[in-house]
């Protein structure tokens, strides 16, 4: 991205897009934890003023992405163990309700529409984690927002903006992508059963299954 999207511009303020792709940035690994973000380089590269730059970095620190040091700058928050231990748990809980709240109510056609979201999925791992990471990130999505629960889509959509800080590593690990794959495969079966019970089972399991994955790396240990 090289300049604004002036489309974009009618319906949202210039520290909100600015935000917004701050954020892509973080998502697909072009910033990385740890990284400093200057105010000058962005403002030359969204071609905006510095004044919607620094608004941008206040709201990205609200939501617990990037940190102001004092004299310092701004820079990409880092997530120690801890606090992975404590998204993830977050995550568990929120998917488990999710997996429970969809399993109840969920039409032919979402049914459908998930198993197609596998075979997109089993496509995109061939051709890389650069390609199969944001599918699965929207997979997931698509099952909160089936739900029709505006509130825990919000605060799910939260949690995974500061997961984005970690959860990439975890598909470069030895072991790819194929375990997540396989559970994506069970989701869809329990919430196809409309089985309440086994279809949060089954959610909260593939967080908890990626959180081990993803502590087992060396990075965390």
């Given amino acids: 991205m ?5 489309d974009f511009l009618q319906t949202r303020t210039v520290p909100d897009l600015v935000q917004q792709e701050i954020l892509r940035m973080i998502k697909t690994g072009e910033i990385s934890a740890g990284a400093k973000l ?15 730059i620094r608004e941008a970095f206040r709201a990205l620190e609200e939501a617990g992405l990037v940190k102001l040091q004092k004299n310092r700058g ?23 309700m999710a997996g429970r709240q969809l399993a109840a109510c969920i039409t032919a056609e979402q049914t459908d529409e998930l198993k197609q979201w596998l075979e997109r999925l089993e496509h995109a791992a061939a051709e ?27 605060f799910y959509r939260r949690v995974i903006d500061r997961m984005h800080l970690l959860r990439r590593r975890s598909f470069n690990a030895p072991y ?8 994506h495969g069970l989701i869809v ?3 196809e059963g409309r089985n309440i019970e086994n279809a949060g089972r089954t959610l909260r399991k593939h967080v908890e299954n990626g959180y081990e994955r993803f502590s087992g790396l060396p990075e965390l240990s």
Avoid: K, Q, W
């Fill in 189 to 191: 079966e329990a919430l």
């Fill in 128 to 154: 890389g984690t650069g390609v199969y990471f944001p599918l699965n990130i929207v997979f997931h999505d698509r099952i909160v927002e089936m739900t029709g629960n505006t509130t825990l889509l919000e």
């Fill in 38 to 52: 200057n105010e000058a380089t962005f403002a030359e590269r969204l071609r905006v003023s510095r004044a919607p």
């Fill in 2 to 6: 090289t300049a604004l999207d002036l």
């Fill in 176 to 183: 790819g992508s194929s375990p997540s794959r396989i559970e």
């Fill in 74 to 96: 701004v820079y990409v928050r880092e997530i120690d163990s801890r606090e992975a231990r404590e998204l993830y748990a977050l995550r568990a809980a929120l998917d488990e």
